[in-house]
């Protein structure tokens, strides 16, 4: 089993700069891929981006040039560094965790709000 920790999150303001970081325990090897969905009130959760141990680092297109992903060196953790935020990236982030593609996320954290202000 694999659990994960997520920390950061906040209220800010559009144009701000805010960094979601997240921990894995447990069994870490089989961990190929992590990264971070999100999800906003009304909406299907949605992929922002995610990176693999081989280097993979997709995005969504709403947030390319913006955000940036990168995994520590000892590849059990995962950050996301978040920049020029819009209130329309206001949603409740959640880290994942697969064994495998970022498609078919085995494991999930707890969630963390961020907000943006217009």
């Known amino acids: 089993q694999v659990q994960l920790v997520e920390s950061g999150g906040g209220l800010v303001r559009a144009g701000a700069s805010l960094s979601l970081s997240c921990a894995a325990s447990g069994s870490v090897a089989s961990i190929y891929t992590m990264g971070w969905y999100r999800q906003a009130p009304g909406k299907q959760r949605e992929l922002v981006a995610a990176?693999?141990?081989?280097?993979?680092?997709p995005y969504a297109d709403s947030v390319k040039g913006r955000f940036t992903i990168s995994r520590g060196d000892a590849k059990n953790t995962v950050y996301l560094q978040m920049s020029s935020l819009r209130p329309e990236d206001t949603a409740v982030y959640y880290c994942f965790g697969s064994t495998g593609s970022y498609r078919y996320p085995g494991y999930w954290g707890q969630g963390t709000q961020v907000t943006v202000s217009s």
């Open positions: 990176a693999t141990t081989s280097g993979n680092t």
